[in-house]
């Protein structure tokens, strides 16, 4: 009983059934495959068979698994072979077992038919449905919030919004300013590069001013900062639902919207208009700089041009853009943040979904954006 796995056809009072025994364990996956392999094949499908585990004298999950796979693979139209014998240290293991869904394989051969992917996309638009919901729930909770904390401004936690501000912004500035200097470079290179089959090198001036200042300074910026600063939001309130620090602070009173969600949101507005004209200052400056090393326009001469191409509309369509970026960037941030659940695995996938989404809805803002400004002239 205690040796090597068995599993031969028997009877089992006046039906035919399946009997199992020795050691159902990991230890003989190998030959427990080839059992369960060999029977399936020579059943044919009998829901009528009982499948007896009475002398089963070790079972782990990986044996209990295979109990249920012959099981399933035994049903037919609904009706289910029986299992016997299981006692009371295994039946918890089995029952646990039999509510795991049916395996990769079935599901894949679903996919390919025409309710599968009639199903998948709308799964899909279900899960859209609720991550807009979710969104606009928690822009209400910042609003409500805010209005609170308007009413009695002493509940503001000032101190941590200048931390979160500190890690947002005052440390986000050398890769913001590293990164944008290079764009302008490369965007005044390539510039250059074309412009002068036309003999328009000095056009090159107009086109990074306008690019710079309206759009892809901003941009540019908004992305390194759902990269870095949304990520870290998400990570950081994830690792609190993990550890329950969230229920304990409503437990002691404590909103955590005013406490945790707040702060960051407001240090996260503020940052964005500093770090996009910061970054649009070191995109303007690697562009002079290429503009007068490659392609020989003078820095006084540049200044000119850019004065000549540019308005103060132009900087402003940047900056109004800036702050409802990090609006939006921090809501994702936090909604995915508060969906974590208790794995490390759901923290690493809310995660990158929220570096995603957040990049996501900011093209699409500033696309919205640029038709607003467009319809009214600006």
């Not at 620090?245 to 969600?261: H, K, N, Q, S």
């Not at 995915?336 to 996501?360: D, M, N, P, R, Y």
């Not at 954006?369 to 600006?378: E, G, H, P, S």
Request: hydrophobic letters at 50%; aromatic letters at 8%; proline letters at 3%.
């Amino acid at each position: 009983m205690n040796g090597n796995p068995t599993l031969e056809q028997v009877t089992f009072g006046a039906t035919p059934a399946l009997r199992a025994s020795g050691q159902w364990t990991v230890h003989h996956a190998p030959a427990l495959e080839r059992l369960i392999e060999r029977t399936e094949k020579a059943s044919g499908g009998n829901p009528e068979l009982v499948i007896d585990v009475s002398q089963i004298s070790s079972l782990d999950t990986f044996g209990a698994w295979l109990i249920e796979r012959l099981r399933r693979s035994l049903s037919r139209d609904g009706v289910e072979p029986q299992v016997a014998g299981l006692s009371e240290n295994y039946a918890s293991l089995v029952d646990e077992v039999r509510r795991v869904e049916p395996g990769a394989v079935g599901g894949h051969r679903r996919r390919q038919t025409v309710a599968g992917m009639l199903d998948s996309i709308g799964r899909s638009v279900v899960e859209i449905g609720t991550t807009l919901v979710a969104l606009v729930s928690m822009l209400g909770a910042i609003l409500y919030t805010l209005g609170r904390v308007i009413r009695h401004p002493s509940r503001f936690r000032f101190t941590s919004m200048v931390h979160h501000l500190e890690q947002v912004c005052w440390r986000a500035v050398p890769i913001v300013l590293l990164i944008t200097f290079l764009i302008g470079c490369i965007i005044s290179q390539q510039g250059i590069f074309h412009f002068r089959k036309f003999g328009a090198d000095v056009f090159v001036v107009d086109m990074l001013g306008v690019l710079v200042l309206r759009e892809l300074g901003v941009l540019l910026v908004a992305i390194m900062v759902a990269g870095r600063s949304g990520s870290a939001y998400t990570a950081e309130l994830g690792s609190m639902r993990m550890r329950e620090e969230v229920d304990a602070l409503r437990t002691m009173g404590f909103d955590p919207t005013e406490v945790l969600i707040l702060p960051r949101v407001m240090a996260l507005i503020i940052a964005m208009p500093i770090l996009a004209f910061l970054g649009a200052m070191a995109a303007l400056y690697g562009g002079g700089l290429v503009a007068w090393g490659y392609g020989g326009v003078q820095p006084d001469a540049f200044l000119a041009r850019l004065k000549e191409a540019i308005s103060i509309d132009h900087f402003t369509v940047g900056m109004v853009k800036a702050p409802f970026m990090a609006l939006v960037i921090g809501i994702v941030a936090c909604v995915e943040g508060a969906a974590v659940k208790g794995s490390a695995e759901s923290l690493g996938k809310h995660t990158t979904a929220s570096v995603v989404k957040s990049i996501f809805f900011v093209i699409v803002m500033d696309g919205l954006f640029a038709i607003f400004f467009a319809t009214i002239n600006m």
